[in-house]
């Protein structure tokens, strides 16, 4: 597979510094409680939203996958099954640590993220990781999953995501495969813009901005 390199300006406005704690001042819930975070994240922009969003013409089909909530099959089944494993492996070989939590952005109360892995460099660098399983053979990053990595980044503040994910024949695991996805900060303002129309489409209250007070205690 071909690494995944983007370059990274120097100014980067929805990347503000934060010390190493910074982003746990952020969670909305800690996923302990599933109903609690099924609730919260149907009220905002989640990373799986946002893989949605490819274009203004996408959000029609977003406000109806956000409206119809989610259907499971045997694939996602054996993805839920396959993920507490393939996060050990990612913890021990890279260090970051699985998470259940859910994050809002500083900027934002609606702009939310649940990433599968979070950690912190030696230098104090934020790192997350995303875990998918397929069928298939991946020749490159797909879009969405893209998508979801950038908005996962913008939400935490991270410098950066390690994507990890591992092919089933028949579903009989095969050795995870990884790769670096790096912050492109174009691709997450376009994504912000978007996620905002989607909000709007969605009757959230100034895009969900007024709610930033109520809803958390700012860090």
């Known amino acids: ?45 989640t990373a799986t939203d946002a893989a949605r969003l490819a274009g203004p013409g996408s959000i029609p089909s ?5 409206a119809g909530g989610g259907f499971g099959n045997a694939f996602t089944e054996h993805g839920r099954a396959r993920e507490p494993e393939i996060a050990s492996w990612v913890q021990s070989s890279f260090g970051i640590d699985p998470n259940r ?23 104090g660098t934020l790192v997350l990781a995303e875990i998918k399983t397929t069928a298939k053979r991946l020749r490159a990053i797909p879009r969405h999953y893209l998508r979801q990595i950038w908005w ?9 995501t390690l994507f990890v994910w591992e ?4 579903f009989a695991p095969q050795p995870p ?15 912000v813009d978007l996620a905002e129309l989607l909000l709007r489409q969605l009757g959230a209250p100034q ?13």
């Open 101 to 123: 939590a859910l994050f809002r952005s500083r900027h934002h109360a609606l702009h939310l993220a649940t990433p599968d892995g979070i950690g912190v460099e030696q230098d």
């Open 152 to 160: 996962q980044q913008y939400v935490l503040g991270a410098s950066r």
């Open 1 to 45: 597979m071909e690494p995944v390199t983007v370059s990274v300006p120097a100014e980067l406005p929805l990347w503000d510094e934060q010390t190493e704690a910074e982003h746990t001042a952020r969670i909305v819930t800690d996923g302990s409680d599933r109903v609690a975070w099924h609730r919260a994240r149907s009220r905002g922009v």
């Open 207 to 219: 895009g969900g901005k007024a709610l930033l007070s109520s809803m958390v205690t700012p860090p």
């Open 167 to 170: 092919e089933h024949r028949d």
């Open 62 to 66: 977003a406000v109806r996958a956000k």
């Open 177 to 191: 495969c990884w790769d670096w996805v790096e912050r492109d900060e174009a691709q997450i303002e376009r994504l």
